[in-house]
Nanobody
């Protein structure tokens, strides 16, 4: 069992940066692939970024490529999402998710993720 708790959200001006953190509990977290999803008001939850259990392989949505960076520290059981050059379209609740996987391939399908955090709000003002 893995429990996830996100933090680091807040209000930021367009062009600014935020770093989200996702703290995980559970001794097996290092064997889980992780991802960030987001959900804006009135929209479906969408994939943002993912990384493998080792953190060596990553994948990004087009909207995040070049601006966001996902990373993890298995010694600290923590996943990060560094977000730069934020714009109002990035406003959403951001969720951390995990799935047990030692594969090098990554999933962008939210239905494949077993564990979810409660989300953290990111608001970007223009």
């Amino acid at each position: 069992q893995v429990q996830l708790v996100e933090s680091g959200g807040g209000l930021v001006q367009a062009g600014g940066s935020l770093r989200l953190s996702c703290a995980a509990s559970g001794r097996t977290f290092s064997s889980h692939a992780v991802a960030w999803f987001r959900q804006a008001p009135g929209k479906e939850r969408e994939f943002v970024a993912a990384c493998t259990w080792s953190g060596f392989d990553t994948y990004y949505a087009d909207s995040a490529t070049g601006r966001f960076a996902i990373s993890r520290d298995n010694a600290k059981n923590t996943v990060y999402l560094q977000m730069n050059s934020l714009n109002p379209e990035d406003t959403a609740v951001y969720y951390c998710a995990a799935r047990r996987s030692l594969a090098t391939s990554l999933s962008t399908d939210l239905k494949t993720y077993e564990y979810w955090g409660q989300g953290t709000q990111v608001t970007v003002s223009s």
